[in-house]
């Protein structure tokens, strides 16, 4: 049936626009007020008209031919309001459901760390099925069943919206071929209308779009949530049925209900109406009024606590050209090697696309690019890690995952040890993505010790808390390279882990460059003693920060005072410490060197002359050096000595010299820098006797590992020291090491095949690294 557009009647002679509510899928909704009796109303305004299409069409024939019913939102007519400009308007007035959608309600629930009640639940289900029933029984398939679609009244009443895309049956038509829906909700037999176009579905679609909003209104989100839309199409077929993401925290009769609903063979599915007899859905019977009051309440409550951010998840519609043209940006090739033309500019053009979209992960072949989006991205959850768990690469976007998973398949399918390297400029996310390598590594070989597992996983967050500091361009910027290995048994189950550490930038203890700040390790524990009040028992000053910590413009004891993050931090590493297995006694013995060390650095020096000598120096502040020497577990008098003096052994001779005020200096920072470097190899080394393996279970000769390298990235300052000599000197070794098994072995084994090479390996600068 075609609008009429003449015979519709001007909303503004009934209807006066109140407010606005929300947007839908072609333009705002508002509240209305009938300029007649006071009651009040939901409009949808088409502007301009010249965009009608069928599914603005099928939703006014749909709901102009169904009759009422109390889970079906109620139609009010359809208005259209003349305007030369703008081509005119076209009004679908409807019932107002003041009491927001499902999904709106359990987000809302959520993130006061709640759940809804699985009564609730039923209740919620048991209208929408009511309202299913309505439909089918009037030959129509809403193919958009999902929780943004179920709206709620302030009184709990539940009510099915939108249909834009739903399907009028025939009595000699009772199936459709159109893949139409929303995709995360869609049932495989209406995704497979897409290929097979000799396939068909029935109403029992809906049945499977209602288990997905079942597992939304368990767990706020429907399986896949994170994965983009058009990828789902791909998974939700070969996938098996999905589930709850913690089924055990439900009950049985919930579980068995979605079970029901989400059984891949239609043909088998069972129909709206036999789930109304499912005793998930019956316990409602003779409960109803008391339940539709506690909805209510529940709306009232989240109401009050304020809005909840929408979330929207758009359809398709394959005969419709507009949604095909919007997907073309998410359909960039995930594999650089497939791009026709081969350049410079045609690799960045890719990546800066990709990006946009915030696909930060493409694949050059077997490597991976990572690029920093700068911001927390939810793509690395529980979910996501079964995705990524033994299939092929293609079956999902690239991710870090991904590299993760084929290095594990690898090691167990061959038995051969694996290595991980990443590389990058300072600041790329190289640990970041150390972190999530662990992270998924860890998922992949679940032991039975779930102790040891948690104690993987607090490795990383230590190890950077003593090796990571602010740089100019990085917050958390690694100052020593990182060799971890993960070891597993021949079954590849994870028993172990050993960290190597190589070139820590002992410096950064005694002087940073402007801008930038020490280890990360000193202002957690000064923040934390701080807000502990424990400043005192560690000797620490409470208004000026140590001189090593200090900077000129005072920030950080501003910092301190009225931010929490470092105090939360030391809470964190506190929290490090006992989960990984180190002692009280070792803990405390860790603070009182690190503090220590912070009151080395108070010591100072003056000059004082004798008979003799000009050139001795002494301690004018001897508070400062009491302090040290008590936190270090030595004499005053024996530390005074040993930063004051040195002696020169000639010729079996034993001579004493005073050092002057800067060789004192000296002396004092080049004992705090050996005392950190001490102290970190001491943590390392503790570390890897309480990760390595369980002799009983398996020796570590017997077993597999893979290794990951996280070090410094190429740096160039504008004063550069000796450490970034040697971060750039490793660097570059590890680039030669890159150009020879991507490029140079590879022309070598082309070449035994008789196949001409015209392309030169990439500079090695093999002199330079050797020199």
């Known amino acids: 049936i075609m609008i009429g557009l003449e015979s519709l009647a001007d909303p503004s002679d009934t209807w006066e626009i109140i407010e606005t509510i929300g947007k839908g899928t072609y333009g705002k909704v508002y509240k209305v007020a009938n300029k007649k009796d006071g009651s009040l109303a939901a409009v949808k305004i088409l502007d301009p008209v010249s965009d009608v299409d069928e599914e603005i069409e099928a939703e006014y024939n749909i709901l102009q031919f169904l009759p009422n019913h109390p889970n079906v939102v109620r139609f009010y007519g359809m208005f259209y309001k003349a305007d030369q400009y703008v081509g005119g308007q076209l009004w679908l007035v409807l019932e107002l459901c ?23 639940i039923s209740y919620i289900l048991y209208g929408a099925l009511l309202g299913l029933q309505h439909l089918h029984n009037n030959r129509i398939i809403h193919r958009d069943v999902k929780g943004n679609n179920i709206l709620l009244t302030t009184e709990g009443g539940v009510k099915l919206v939108d249909f834009g895309v739903s399907a009028q049956l025939t009595s000699t038509r009772l ?4 893949s139409v829906g929303t995709p995360f909700w869609m049932a495989p037999e209406v995704i497979a209308c897409e290929q097979q176009y000799d396939y068909s579905y029935d109403a029992r679609c809906d049945v499977w779009s209602l288990g997905i909003t079942a597992i939304e209104l368990g767990d706020g989100d429907p399986p896949l949530f994170d994965m983009h839309p058009v990828k789902t199409l791909f998974k939700i077929p070969r996938n098996p049925p999905p589930t709850l993401l913690h089924p055990e925290k439900w009950c049985r009769g919930f579980n068995h209900f979605i079970s029901q609903c989400l059984i891949k063979d239609f043909e088998k599915r069972p129909s709206v109406t036999h789930l109304l007899e499912h005793p998930f859905i019956k316990q409602v019977h003779g409960k109803d009024m008391s339940l539709q009051k506690q909805l209510a309440e529940l709306i009232q409550e989240q109401q009050q606590l304020g809005s909840i951010a929408k979330t929207r998840h758009e359809r398709i519609h394959t005969r419709r050209p507009y949604h095909v043209d919007r997907a073309d940006k998410y359909s960039l090739d995930d594999d650089l090697v497939n791009l026709e033309v081969l350049n410079e500019d045609t690799i960045i053009q890719q990546l800066q696309k990709r990006y946009a979209d915030l696909q930060i992960y493409t694949y050059v072949g077997d490597i991976l690019i990572a690029l920093n989006p700068f911001q927390n991205l939810s793509i690395y959850s529980p979910q996501f890690s079964k995705l990524y768990h033994g299939v092929k690469r293609s079956s999902n976007p690239p991710h870090i995952f991904a590299s993760a998973d ?31 390598i662990v992270q998924h590594l860890t998922f992949l070989g679940k032991a039975n010790n779930r102790a040891l597992r948690e104690k993987i996983l607090q490795v990383n967050p230590l ?33 172990g882990a050993k960290i190597s550490e190589y070139l820590l930038e002992k410096s950064r203890v005694v002087k940073q460059a402007v801008g930038e ?86 010591i100072e020096f003056a000059a004082i002359s004798s008979q003799h000598q000009t050139d001795k120096s002494e301690v004018p502040n001897p508070e400062a050096l009491d302090n040290a020497a008590a ?6 008098e024996e530390l005074q000595e040993a930063l004051t003096s040195h002696c020169v052994v000639t010729r079996g001779e034993t001579i004493i010299r005073t050092n002057t005020v800067d060789k004192a200096a000296d002396v004092r920072d080049a004992m705090s820098k050996a005392l950190y470097g001490r102290l970190f190899s001491w943590i390392v080394n503790r570390i890897n006797t309480l990760l390595q393996p369980d002799k009983n279970i398996c020796n570590a000769e017997s077993g597999m590992n893979v290794g990951i390298l996280d070090i410094f990235g190429f740096e160039n300052f504008t004063r550069n020291s000796f450490e970034q000599l040697c971060i750039n000197i490793a660097n570059e070794q590890i680039q030669f090491y890159f150009n020879q098994h991507i490029f140079a072995l590879e022309q070598v084994n082309l070449t035994l095949l008789s196949i001409a090479v015209h392309h030169k390996c990439p500079n090695d600068d093999v002199a330079f690294t050797v020199l």
């Open 631 to 636: 936190l270090l577990s030595i004499g005053s």
């Open 463 to 495: 190890v950077e808390a003593f090796g990571n500091a602010c740089t100019a361009i990085n917050d958390n910027s690694s100052r020593f390279g990182k060799y971890l290995e993960m070891m597993f048994t021949p079954t590849g189950a994870v028993m």
């Open 175 to 178: 199936r459709r071929n159109t």
């Open 406 to 436: 084929a290095a594990y398949q690898s090691m167990v399918t061959f038995s051969k040890d694996q290595c991980i390297i990443i590389s990058g400029e300072s600041g790329a996310g190289k640990t970041e993505s150390a972190h999530l």
């Open 517 to 602: 700040k020490n280890f990360h390790i000193f202002y957690y524990i000064y923040a934390g003693l701080y807000h502990q009040k424990k400043l005192s028992e560690y000797r620490l000053p409470d208004k000026k920060p140590p001189r090593y910590i200090d900077n000129e413009t005072g920030k950080v004891m501003h910092d301190i005072i009225t931010k929490d993050s470092y105090g939360r931090q030391f809470e964190a590493i506190q929290h490090c410490f006992r989960i990984i297995g180190f002692t009280d006694e070792e803990v405390y013995s860790v603070y009182r060197i690190l503090t220590g060390i912070l009151n080395t650095g108070n």
């Open 98 to 120: 003041n009491g927001g959608s499902v999904t709106e309600l359990v987000k809302g629930l959520l993130k006061c760390g709640r759940r809804l009640d699985e009564a609730v």
